[in-house]
């Protein structure tokens, strides 16, 4: 019991001072220190420091690493030759200014389906959601969760193919690929993209109702007359090339996945790589081979038209070290905590949550760790480092799908990830201006309300009629 309350004295401080804003870099190592020293280990302390937090973090570095590399650069090339812009003005044109709401989800969902990072996203479409909603007369409050609608949910957890790091966590674990149960993430991400359209349209109508406006914000651009004349260029890039990189990393992640490497026979790699188990990693390569082409091809594509290409570059691969490091440290905060011996009282108890259904108790393990950590890929890979082995053990015995557990994973870390603390809202937040009492009532409708119903249905129909 002893070190049962260390882990949750631990995982409270967590939380909190994650809140308050203290780095995870910092956090998950003097975190994992307390819950040892309280456990009565700390004569273990070090050999636990070098030997288990260190080694479960640079594995985790190990195997993402491309990944978030690939994806963080992508998006700043993304950004940078204004294909982003064209893009999220292209569906201002093509949806129209009436429909503010949707468009401004829309142009989120297109961006971060297509592989660029949601800060990016956010970034690059506040400005359009600004101009979208003053002239909409539409209370700027509502932006955030407009742009949280798009970016941080249907196309970050249900949509099958999505390049998010969130939807290739689990393949390592499972065996499995970004486009997992594909039928039920298309159900899903409809329920998520209708019902918080519908809740974001509702309170809209109210304000205007109510003779609220847009409100009396600060909203000028800053920047200097040269990035404002580079802004201009860039906007008018021809859609189609804008396009084009999005639909290479979707296309590219599903050519290699269903036909390429099913085709490939994988035995010639055992003599020289024993450990390896290529039906488990096949899809990390898939979408390592498609972020790479797509950012090939969008450096090609613009080749005259880069303001400082070196700089972009340096930039978008600078960009992925604190996401992934700040993972990678959860993952190793995690590792720490499995191997206290209080753990294993709450190990069972997730683990017998719904007895004989494990999508249940991955769900809710999913969920908890989500929301302790503020993080949606750090409470998925803490979970699965821990508990992947099994969940994939219980899915075998109770006949369901590495598929349907995969989809169910990442679904269910992007239910209570959105916390007051997650980092993700406070950067919104930030970039738009805006407090928490005036926004995130509606940023936890849209991010909470609607994808943990979504998550019910897909465990239900799951249930009775397995992944599809």
């Known amino acids: 019991m002893t070190s049962t309350l260390a882990i949750v004295v631990s995982l409270a401080l967590l939380m909190y001072l994650a809140y308050r804003g203290v780095t995870v870099l910092l956090l998950a190592p003097l975190m994992g220190a307390l819950a040892v020293v309280l456990s009565g280990d ?61 468009t401004v989800v829309l142009a989120c969902a297109l ?16 400005p ?62 409809a329920i998520m993209f209708g019902g918080g359209s519908w809740w974001l349209r509702r ?85 390592i081979i498609a972020l790479a082409t797509a950012c090939t091809a969008l450096v090609l594509l613009r080749l005259k038209h880069w303001s400082n290409l070196k700089n972009t570059i340096n930039q978008g691969v600078f960009g992925f070290m604190l996401p992934l490091f700040n993972t990678a440290s959860e993952v190793g905060y995690g590792a720490i905590i499995a191997g206290l011996a209080g753990f294993a009282i709450i190990r069972d108890a997730v683990l017998n949550v719904a007895p004989g259904n494990p999508l249940i108790s991955e769900a809710v393990a999913m969920n908890v760790l989500a929301g302790i950590t503020g993080s949606s890929s750090g409470g998925l890979s803490i979970a699965l480092q821990t508990l992947g082995q099994d969940y994939l053990r219980m899915a075998h015995e109770a006949g369901i799908s590495a598929e349907l557990m995969h989809r169910v994973a990442v679904m269910a870390a992007g239910g209570m990830d959105t916390l007051p603390h997650c980092g993700a809202i406070i950067t919104l937040l930030a970039i738009c201006k805006l407090t928490h009492r005036q926004s995130y009532g509606d940023i936890a409708a849209v991010t909470i309300l609607f994808p943990l119903p979504a998550l019910v249905l897909v465990i239900a129909l799951g249930t009775m009629f397995g992944g599809f």
């Open 203 to 287: 309170r809209a109508a109210a304000a205007h109702a109510a003779g609220e406006g847009y409100g009396d914000h600060d909203d000028a651009r800053e920047g200097t007359p040269a990035e404002a004349e580079q802004d201009a260029r860039w906007s008018v890039m021809p859609v189609p090339l804008a396009l084009l990189p999005l639909l290479l990393v979707v296309g590219i992640n599903a050519l290699f996945t269903y036909v390429v490497f099913p085709a490939v026979d994988f035995s010639f790699l055992a003599q020289r790589f024993p450990d390896l188990a290529p039906q488990k990693i096949v899809g990390l390569w898939a979408l």
């Open 128 to 189: 359009v959601a600004v101009d979208l909603f003053r002239a909409a007369r539409i209370p700027k409050r509502l932006i955030p969760a407009t742009i949280a609608l798009g970016a941080f949910t249907f196309t970050m957890t249900a949509l099958p193919g999505t390049p998010a790091i969130q939807n290739a966590i689990p393949i390592p674990y499972f065996g499995t690929n970004v486009f997992a149960a594909p039928g039920l993430g298309i159900i899903a991400a």
């Open 111 to 126: 961006l971060t389906y297509g592989g660029v990072s949601l800060f990016v996203v956010a970034f690059a479409i506040y």
């Open 42 to 102: 700390a004569a273990l302390l070090l050999p636990i420091y070098t030997g288990t937090f260190m080694t479960a973090l640079s594995g985790y570095v190990l195997q993402f690493l491309p990944i978030f590399l690939l994806g963080s650069l992508f998006g700043q090339l993304m950004a940078d030759s204004g294909a982003a812009n064209t893009l999220s003005r292209w569906i201002v044109a093509s949806v129209g200014e009436k429909h503010a709401i949707v």
